[in-house]
């Protein structure tokens, strides 16, 4: 869980809630930004996000702006401009588009954090350098891999000497933090494939990386071309390989495994998506974009043409929202924290959503999983065991399930 981009797991059909856009957020909340366009749509990505060629850009800009205008939370923590690809827009349009974020929400006062999301062909020390004029403080560069033939599976325009060109253009722009983001899992990756374009990406010493297992979702061309045997999974076992390989790597080089698919060098965890993982509110701004505020959760439409139509009007038309009871908010809590290496406090997660220790349904549940040995528990904080950390979806879904009961 990245950014606040709304993906086909988290999709509901049935709003409960008239006009959730107009709940007020507090000063302070994250805000999340979502471009949707990007050189090509890659085939595995479940994000909402199309080709830019032929599209209605400078609509959209507006209508980002727009809903900036609108929505923007005062003097937001963190700031991630995500997509999509937001490189891929002119420097002119990024400044326009920055420009409005700061005229609303004023986020270069008060922001320790402001991310955003590159591809290697659209990223140059150029539009680094505009970038860090704008604010930023990280950038998160999508190597993917460092295989050209799996570049091409994954639909990827860059090359492999792109992604460094990249990484060295962000260096030379004075960019204060890097991340990498990395896919593993292709089908015919060896173990020994993967330690070395790992250790090739450790060589630069990016500050964050994230390193993620390849993904079927409903709904994109992977998950079809698996159901038609033109791709195949790789065993599960290959997987948990390649997963330990990661784990190992990054610690000899010392990178602190914050979260289960994500690294950094001290002090450089993703402030952004730590809140995700606490479960804090968030504002999501574009086209298929989800808010989280004031324990209701809503999204923006996955279309451009409706969003647009909402966000320059001012009516929005939202596809789903859900306002989630207490017994659910804790489930989630439980769900996303147990991510973390930190853990999670049981009795702080109870306060924050408003449960009682008698009506707490998730605390049987963890005590059963830490006799099972995927669970411990020390001064009433819960972490994942080693056996726990590499089973930690099974281990989420039964707690998330709690809340569902």
């Not at 980002?64 to 490189?87: A, C, D, K, N, Y």
């Not at 792109?162 to 990484?167: E, G, N, P, Q, V």
């Not at 159901?227 to 997987?239: A, F, K, Q, V, Y």
């Amino acid at each position: 869980m990245e950014t606040s981009r709304t993906t086909s797991r988290e999709r509901q059909t049935a709003p409960d809630i008239q006009r959730p856009w107009e709940i007020p957020a507090a000063d302070g909340t994250p805000l999340y930004v979502h471009v949707p366009f990007c050189e090509a749509k890659c085939p595995y990505c479940d994000f909402f996000s199309v080709a830019g060629e032929g599209q209605d850009i400078e609509g959209s800009l507006e209508a980002l702006i727009s809903e900036v205008e609108r929505r923007g939370p005062r003097s937001p923590r963190t700031v991630f401009v995500g997509g999509g690809t937001p490189s891929w827009l002119s420097i002119d349009q990024l400044e326009r588009l920055f420009g409005a974020m700061q005229s609303r929400t004023g986020y270069r006062d008060s922001a320790q954090e402001v991310t955003v999301e590159c591809n290697p062909e659209s990223l140059d020390e150029e539009k680094a350098r505009a970038l860090v004029e704008l604010g930023a403080t990280r950038l998160s560069i999508g190597f993917q891999s460092l295989r050209p033939e799996t570049l091409e599976l994954f639909g990827r325009v860059h090359g492999v000497d792109d992604s460094f060109a990249a990484f060295q253009a962000a260096r030379a722009a004075g960019v204060a933090a890097v991340s990498v983001d990395l896919i593993f899992g292709a089908e015919g990756q060896t173990v020994g494939e993967w330690r070395e374009d790992l250790t090739r990406v450790l060589d630069l010493k990016p500050e964050h990386l994230s390193c993620y297992g390849l993904t079927f979702e409903e709904g994109t061309l992977f998950t079809r071309w698996l159901e038609e045997g033109r791709i195949e999974r790789i065993p599960e076992e290959e997987e948990l390989e390649l997963f330990r390989a990661t784990r190992e790597l990054t610690s000899t080089r010392g990178y602190h495994a914050y979260e289960v698919s994500n690294f950094c060098l001290s002090g450089h965890e993703c402030h952004h998506n730590l809140n995700y993982w606490r479960n804090g509110p968030y504002v999501g701004i574009g086209p298929g974009a989800a808010s989280y505020v004031s324990g209701t959760r809503f999204g923006n439409p996955r279309s451009l043409e409706a969003w647009r139509r909402g966000a320059k009007g001012g009516e929005a038309s939202l596809p789903w929202s859900e306002t989630l009871n207490p017994s659910h908010r804790l489930a989630e809590t439980w769900w996303l924290g147990l991510r973390l290496a930190e853990g999670l406090d049981a009795s702080a997660a109870r306060e924050h959503c408003g449960v009682s220790a008698s009506e707490d349904l998730c605390l049987p549940e963890a005590r059963q999983l830490a006799e099972e040995g995927l669970l411990v528990e020390r001064g009433g904080r819960w972490r994942l065991t080693g056996e726990g950390l590499e089973l930690a979806d099974a281990v989420s879904g039964r707690l998330l399930a709690t809340g569902l009961a």
